[in-house]
């Protein structure tokens, strides 16, 4: 039977695997970071207008400029972000992995290279190879921070293209000091001009502010989002940037033509039309967040500071088999890959109180 190594694969592709996590049916689902709760009916109710209005225009193109959505987009980056941007700041895509693989197919490619601070998002360094831009990975401190004075002279001995800072981080929860995003953006212009993308995917979850005002007077700092994780969209897949115009007009160089189709579009802009309602549940998710952290601590469990909609907690000698016993319980987490370590994404309270009940049970089952 031919598999993948019988194929003509490019070298730097080999023997790696796809990014997934396992799609179990089990009565609680906290492995992938989705937004519990349901879209609000009147929010259903708009985006089928605003589906229905596109659809009677469906044998034409879409904006492939998305100039209506970008405009919008601008709007709400400056109501919640303290920093004013226009239309020409902002870019859309088919979630923020498409803004990642553009970003890389414009700054990163072959002969170049990019740096992330691990553990970290792993898409990072699945999209670089990807696009067959070699990948450096630089690691983080014991408690997952990031050590400003090594992450420094990683940047200073290694020249990337493209440096990757995601804060809050995932899979660990943390948050990045703005203080420590500025010293790496200095670094990284001194070593060689290049492009800094702060991933800001949870952002709407932190305790602290956005480092969208950053970009002022940076031109190669790009700050990444999606509306996944805060606008409850997980399965509309609309992502998108703010940076500077040229950083606009540079990636549009790669875009496939009209790559967000009109029904995309029209669903994005009915979800910012209730920014205010969603919000509200992040609100809601942020303190239970916060819940979980509190009762993990006093059950036992070592638990990162996060600033996410999920909890990083352990330290197990064995996560996979102890990720097992919490799914035999009937909630799914997910087995991250950092050694000893799991983590849950926030879930309803009821989901919540399920979780906590399996862990609870388990380490007293492991104190016995």
């Not at 809050?168 to 290049?194: C, D, F, H, I, W």
């Not at 994404?345 to 089952?365: C, I, M």
């Amino acid at each position: 039977m031919t598999g993948i190594d019988d194929l003509p694969v490019r070298d730097e592709l080999r023997g790696k695997s796809p990014y997934g996590a396992p799609q179990l049916d089990v009565p609680v689902r906290l492995n992938t970071n989705e937004n519990p709760y349901p879209l609000p009916e009147p929010l259903v109710e708009r985006i089928a207008e605003r589906v229905r209005e596109a659809a009677r225009d469906l044998n034409r193109y879409p904006d492939r400029d998305a100039v209506e959505l970008r405009t919008e987009l601008a709007k709400y980056l400056t109501k919640t972000g303290n920093h004013r941007v226009g239309m020409e700041n902002v870019w859309a895509a088919n979630g923020s992995n498409e803004v990642i693989q553009q970003l890389l197919q414009t700054f990163g490619g072959p002969g170049r290279k990019a740096i992330g601070f691990e553990p970290s998002y792993s898409m990072h360094a699945l999209i670089a190879r990807g696009t067959g831009t070699a990948w450096i990975s630089a690691p983080r401190n014991e408690d997952f921070t990031i050590d400003r004075a090594a992450a420094e002279r990683a940047i200073a001995e290694n020249r990337p293209d493209v440096v990757f800072i995601t804060t809050p981080n995932n899979p660990t929860g943390n948050a990045v000091p703005r203080e420590t995003v500025l010293a790496l953006y200095e670094a990284a212009q001194a070593a060689k001009p290049s492009m800094v993308v702060v991933d800001e995917a949870y952002i709407e979850f932190s305790h602290g502010d956005s480092l969208l005002p950053l970009i002022e007077d940076r031109p190669n700092l790009v700050v990444s989002r999606t509306m996944s994780k805060a606008f409850g969209a997980a399965g509309l897949r609309l992502g998108y940037l703010a940076a500077h115009p040229a950083v606009v007009d540079a990636v549009q160089l790669v875009r496939l033509p009209y790559h967000l189709s009109a029904v995309a579009q029209a669903t994005a802009l009915a979800a910012l039309e209730h920014t205010d309602t969603l919000l509200q549940y992040v609100e809601q998710l942020k303190a239970e967040r916060d819940r979980l952290v509190t009762e993990l601590r006093a059950i036992g469990y070592e638990v990162t500071e996060s600033d996410a909609n999920f909890v990083q907690f352990g330290r197990f000698e064995d996560s996979h088999t102890t990720w097992q016993k919490i799914l035999d319980r009937g909630v799914l987490v997910r087995d991250n890959g950092v050694p000893g370590w799991l983590r849950v994404s926030t879930g309803t309270p009821a989901e919540n109180d399920a979780f906590l009940d399996a862990v609870r049970e388990l380490k007293k089952e492991q104190s016995a």
